[in-house]
């Protein structure tokens, strides 16, 4: 059921589209609006106006693969001490979780920003590895300690990426057929509506900004009908509040400046180009993968598989749906997850558990 005060509006935005009278499929990129979508109930309402909505790869502890798991638990097992967003502490790798090390007197830490790692560097004087996670939006935290003078025992172990390579890819690949995306509103804050340009140009998808209240999502969706209709696809800012053409000039300075882009595999894809973000030769000195390249060695030279079963990496490119994995809410719980999906409070499979679409499964 529908739980927004303005009801009448969104009642008139689903009538509207219900009007083009066909069928749309839209994907959008971000674990915030999977929260909206499913807590507030539109997907719902969408389905009964014909229009489906996927989730794409918008969460970076989902995309994150079992070996970049794999290298942080190695990190801590060998004494550093290894600090991290909440999500990571408790997503699978092949040898058990950063929390299980933690578990067993390892120095595993949660912060809650890139300036507490330094804090805990500056107090501990220990070699102290940040794991940097996230797209455009966290990735500018970790720049701004790497650019003020960070203390010699603080290292990042990057695991940013970049989102566009991502949907170029979706798009590429082909498995799921397209009207338009629903483009993330904290990344394009930083990155800008012109950096979806390029989708429009060189495949013809119609594209909105869009917020994160539920009227956004409405708004959003009936934009992109409107232009699938007309055949006029372009990109629309409908986060214009917040999200400007040109995006956050200084943040994507910082990024230019501490980072390189790499080719790195995504959880569920193949290696997309240009789509990592590794620390430039400038900061070497902070590189946790240079400096402790005798750890993670064995751990890049290994071959890691995904859970049997799980299809985290199908929900990711909008293959599947949550409910339509095998292990959704049979063995694969939030308090026993098997994929990084059900663990991260953007994974797809955890929010639609929280949100009562428990599922049985196929």
């Given at each position: ?5 303005d ?12 009007d ?18 499913v ?85 501990t ?32 172990l ?93 943040a ?7 980072f ?19 620390l430039k ?82």
């Amino acid at each position: 059921m529908f739980r927004y005060r303005d009801k009448a509006l969104a009642e008139r935005i689903i009538r509207e589209i219900k009007d083009f009278d066909r069928h749309f499929t839209f994907m959008h990129v971000c674990g915030t609006h999977q929260d909206t979508l499913v807590r507030h109930g539109l997907d719902s309402l969408f389905k009964e106006a014909n229009v489906e909505i996927r989730q794409g790869p918008g969460c970076p502890v989902c995309v994150t693969t079992q070996k970049e798991i794999e290298e942080a638990m190695a990190l801590a097992k060998a004494g550093k001490t290894v600090v991290s967003y909440g999500d990571m502490m408790r997503v699978p790798g092949n040898t058990g979780t950063l929390n299980d090390i933690k578990s067993k007197g390892g120095d595993v830490r949660i912060v809650y920003s890139a300036e507490d790692a330094v804090a805990i560097a500056r107090k501990t004087g220990k070699d102290t590895v940040f794991l940097g996670v996230g797209f455009e939006t966290t990735a500018p935290g970790t720049a701004a300690i790497l650019l003020d003078n960070p203390p010699e025992n603080l290292s990042v172990l990057s695991f940013h990426r970049f989102t566009p390579p991502a949907l170029k890819a979706i798009i590429d690949m082909g498995e799921v057929k397209l009207d338009g995306l629903i483009e993330p509103g904290h990344v394009s804050t930083i990155v800008g509506v012109k950096a979806w340009e390029f989708l429009t140009k060189d495949y013809g998808i119609s594209q909105v900004v869009a917020g994160f209240e539920p009227i956004d999502l409405l708004m959003a969706t009936y934009m992109l009908a409107r232009q699938v209709v007309r055949g006029e696809p372009k990109i629309e800012n409908e986060y214009s509040r917040l999200v400007k053409y040109e995006g956050n000039i200084r943040a994507q300075s910082a990024l230019r400046e501490v980072f390189r882009t790499v080719d790195v595999s995504w959880r569920g894809f193949p290696t997309l180009p240009d789509s990592g973000m590794e620390l430039k030769k400038e900061f070497d000195g902070h590189n946790a993968r240079l400096l402790f390249e005798d750890v993670l060695e064995p751990v890049w030279k290994t071959e890691f598989r995904d859970p049997p079963g799980c299809r985290c990496g199908d929900v990711l490119r909008g293959v599947i749906d949550s409910t339509e994995c095998p292990l959704f809410g049979k063995a694969c719980i939030p308090s026993n997850p098997i994929g990084p999906c059900m663990v991260s409070t953007e994974g797809s499979c955890n929010i639609m558990y929280r949100y009562g679409r428990k599922g049985v499964g196929p």
